[in-house]
């Protein structure tokens, strides 16, 4: 099983990114996934999750800015990031919401510059 997240990159402050994770050996529509960050020094953090009937829920600091959403025919999981805030820069991985979670890949950085 393997995830691997995409999208990433340097952008400037105010800008939009979307980030995808494609599963590999699994279908991601069975699990309820989310997408975490991990900023320097920081923990890694939920910031975005998805159930496999679409619901969607958002940590606060990016709600009304970042939309996760499913591709059940490409097998992905997306986010798109608006008004991007250099507090938005980490590294980004995608992975089940469930305690017991699939190995976590490279994620993808992205950069937001002020």
């Known amino acids: 099983v393997q995830l691997q997240a995409s999208g990433g990159g340097l952008v400037q402050a105010g800008g939009s990114r979307t980030l995808s994770c494609v599963g590999f050996?699994?279908?991601?529509?069975?699990?309820?996934m989310g997408w975490y960050r991990q900023a320097p020094g920081k923990q890694r953090e939920l910031v975005a999750e998805?159930?496999?009937?679409?619901?969607?829920s958002y940590e606060d600091s990016v709600k009304g800015r970042f939309t996760i959403s499913r591709d059940n025919a490409k097998n992905t999981v997306n986010l798109q990031m608006n008004s991007l805030k250099p507090e938005d820069t980490a590294v980004y991985y995608c992975n089940r919401r469930s305690a017991v979670k699939f190995s976590w890949g490279q994620g993808t950085q992205v950069t937001v510059s002020s």
């Open positions: 050996r699994i279908l991601l529509r069975n699990y309820d």
């Open positions: 998805i159930s496999r009937d679409s619901s969607t």
